[in-house]
């Protein structure tokens, strides 16, 4: 069962409010919304999490009820909403997990209230994972990378765009792979599922926003110095899926990261314009 496994999860805000999920891209953690939690919770019940394999959350071992494809990423979202909130949620998701996210939406249209994608892979070159990134499936170098703080935290995140990550930062994302080495096997087994799964993940995701029947309101913040995934196509595609396109010209893949309070600021006025239009 999904939920027997330990999430970790930062809360802030009066849980009186309409809740905002947080949702970390691969790889990264929940600490990567901590410039974008304060902004977010004067108005707003904020919830950030890592996924099963990231960060402070469970690593289970593959083959003992998860392994680590997108298709459990999709059932344990379902099961996290289900369990942290009774009426409709937000969800705001950074990078390559948008495309878990979306199909998670396209089953539950009836829990959202809102999707905001950072960064998302929208195009066909976006379907493939960067070199930093697909290493960790190789099967001779995957395990020995994966392993590696360095290489699977540091290089990851500031190998994306102009991200500088300060020690105490990068502390936080290392202690993880320092503390044990079931986060260098979870991350070569999720890269592995990405690998696997990710264009057709992509293809649908692109279909589902598509779709003249889906009502969700749906906007994409762009990070124009994202070194991994070319903005080449991301507006067409917005405005072919009548979806509105916000674009951050000084932060990268990691928006979060990069432009962390200037995002929280651009997540509020997307809510405040909706509920006023609503």
């Not at 996924?51 to 298709?71: I, N, V």
């Not at 909403?81 to 878990?100: C, H, M, R, T, W």
């Not at 990851?156 to 994302?173: F, I, N, R, W």
């Not at 405005?239 to 916000?246: A, G, M, V």
Request: negative net charge.
């Amino acid at each position: 069962m999904i939920l027997c496994n330990r999430w970790f999860c930062v809360e802030s805000g009066n849980a009186d409010n309409h809740t905002v999920l947080l949702i970390h891209g691969f790889p990264s953690q929940a600490y990567s919304y901590r410039k974008v939690l304060p902004v977010l919770s004067k108005n707003y019940h904020a919830i950030a999490f890592d996924w099963l394999g990231f960060g402070f959350s469970e690593k289970p071992q593959p083959g003992y009820g998860f392994d680590y494809t997108l298709d459990e990423y999709v059932a344990s979202l379902e099961s996290f909403v289900n369990e942290i909130a009774n009426d409709k949620v937000s969800l705001v998701v950074q990078g390559y997990f948008s495309p878990v996210v979306v199909k998670y939406a396209s089953k539950h249209k009836d829990k959202l209230k809102d999707l905001i994608l950072l960064n998302p892979p929208l195009t066909a070159k976006h379907a493939n994972l960067p070199s930093t990134l697909s290493i960790f499936s190789n099967f001779l170098l995957g395990e020995i990378f994966s392993q590696d703080p360095l290489r699977a935290s540091d290089k990851a995140l500031t190998s994306c765009g102009p991200y500088q990550m300060k020690e105490d930062d990068a502390m936080v994302y290392r202690s993880p792979y320092l503390s044990s080495g079931s986060s260098g096997f979870a991350l070569t087994a999720i890269s592995k599922g990405m690998k696997k799964q990710l264009k057709q993940y992509v293809e649908e995701m692109r279909t589902i926003l598509m779709d003249k029947s889906w009502k969700i309101p749906t906007t994409v913040c762009w990070g124009q110095r994202d070194r991994w995934l070319n903005n080449d196509g991301v507006e067409d595609f917005c405005n072919d899926s009548n979806h509105e396109l916000i674009e951050l010209p000084m932060a990268g893949h990691h928006v979060q990261e990069d432009s962390g309070e200037e995002l929280g600021k651009v997540i509020s006025e997307i809510f405040r314009k909706r509920r006023l239009i609503g």
